[in-house]
């Protein structure tokens, strides 16, 4: 009897095809089946109010919605952050197979996905930093200042950028004199959003030292960091990255740098205050480069590990199967949407008309976005709402005589809000169901009658 021939591991190159080929189409499915969650949506209501600057960020992702929208910002700018590690590792190797090993590792990173789909300030944020990072390996001083100044636009955390190249060139003991073009053309690019704080009281800047070092933290927050590293970044790639940090080549300094500052920072950031997983999401983009180059085991280990991880996710916000109690992904991408019936009020409260609604209340921002989005009618957050871009925002104006609605998923109007109208009716449920599950429950009210 014929022995069975051995099974070979599929090559380097051919894995590297198949991850981005099964990594694009998860992308577009999630882009195209999904709701507009509800920090698309915030960052939609910024496009409808263009600025040099706003409460929680740079303007770059609200510039990009206003032109693009918001589902094709995100598939571009992540495709284009994919093609752009495929060019770094290319010049870092000089090899076309390292090339798409880096940019197929890159393409299931989970932080990635995330901002490939689903459009964010990290959206923006990842092209633009791996576009600095490879005109500054190749001392492209120019495009480097117009791509680190296009990082600060999109998040304040693209200023790591420079502290990765001073520490490159501090070891190097040179600076090169170009690198006066690249800090004089990212300055010129982010003075107007520092001008837009100066108007605004320092809002921008206070709220993210606040959000990103105040509050309280310990050793349990900076486990949940370590535990959000392993999930966004990859249970294999994590610890390879800080490998790579550790011994990787020393002509790949510069990148070691760019993957250490945003672990570092926000790994310190996380004893202080309790953070978000993506934070450091840019640390990935030179960690899959460096793994580029790594032994090839590893390489197949963490791609397979981030995929698997890829399509667990992505097939329960398409087909979910496994219930849990708080189901946090399924309710951030699906049924919103339902919203889309409060721009017929008359469907929820017979007799109440749209052009008699002057505007929809809301306890949170979150919430307040997602209804402008899916019905275009002014919103406004109250009843103790986190302090956002809405404050900075004039009110809407409610005429005496006019109404308004209060939703909400489980508390009714602040008395703050009643007290302005001579009656309030109901609650009306409006329940969201996804795949025969109830994933969100909103509650209306309706406000009658504005006092003078």
């Known amino acids: 009897m014929a022995e069975p021939l051995p099974t070979r591991a599929p090559s380097p190159l051919t894995l590297s095809l198949v991850l981005l080929a099964v990594s694009a189409g998860v992308r577009l499915a999630l882009a195209s089946t999904t709701d507009i969650y509800f920090d698309e949506a915030y960052y939609w209501q910024w496009a409808q109010h263009l600025d040099w600057g706003y409460y929680d960020h740079p303007p770059l992702v609200a510039w990009l919605i206003a032109a693009l929208g918001i589902r094709l ?4 700018c992540g495709a284009g952050t994919v093609a752009a ?104 690019l982010f003075l107007p959003v520092v001008l837009w704080n100066a108007r605004h009281d320092w809002v921008g800047f206070a709220f993210q030292l606040k959000h990103g070092l105040g509050g309280t933290g310990g050793w349990r927050t900076f486990g949940e960091f370590l535990a959000g590293q392993l999930a966004l970044g990859g249970p294999l790639l994590f610890p390879l990255t800080g490998v790579y940090i550790l ?16 672990l570092l920072l926000f790994g310190y950031a996380s004893i202080r205050t309790r953070g978000e997983a993506n934070w450091p999401a840019a640390a990935y983009l030179s960690a899959c480069v460096g793994l580029a180059g790594m032994r090839p085991g590893w390489f197949r280990a963490a791609a397979l590990a981030n995929l698997a991880g890829v399509l667990a996710v992505g097939s329960h916000l398409l087909f979910p199967v496994l219930r849990f109690e708080r189901d946090v992904p399924l309710a951030r991408t699906h049924g919103w949407s339902v919203l889309s019936q409060l721009a017929e009020p008359s469907r929820l409260f017979p007799g109440l008309e749209r052009a008699d609604v002057a505007g929809v209340y809301a306890p949170s921002y979150q919430l307040a976005s997602e209804v402008a989005y899916y019905t275009r009618l002014p919103t406004d957050t109250a009843g103790g709402a986190r302090y956002s871009q809405y404050d900075l925002w004039p009110r809407p104006g409610v005429a005496p005589g006019q109404d308004a609605l209060w939703l909400s998923e489980d508390q009714p109007p602040p008395e703050e809000l009643t007290a302005r109208f001579a009656s309030v009716e109901g609650p009306v449920e409006l329940p969201a169901d996804f795949q025969g599950r109830r994933v969100h429950t909103f509650s209306v009210w309706r406000l009658r009658d504005a006092k003078p």
């Open 85 to 188: 590690v495929w060019g770094l590792a290319r010049d870092v190797y000089g090899d076309r197979e390292a090339a798409w090993r880096a940019a197929a590792l890159w393409s299931v990173v989970p932080a990635g996905m995330l901002a490939g789909v689903w459009a964010t300030p990290d959206t923006p944020l990842l092209l633009c930093w791996v576009l600095a990072l490879w005109a500054l390996y190749r001392e492209r001083w120019m495009l480097a200042g117009l791509a680190c100044g296009l990082a600060l636009l999109s998040k304040y955390p693209g200023v790591l950028l420079a502290a990765a190249f001073v520490a490159a060139c501090v070891r190097a003991r040179r600076l090169p004199a170009g690198a006066w073009l690249t800090a004089l053309l990212g300055v010129l």
């Open 247 to 262: 011994r990787g080549p020393r002509e790949q300094f510069l990148l070691r740098a760019a993957a250490a500052a945003p």
């Open 73 to 76: 910002t995100a598939v571009l």
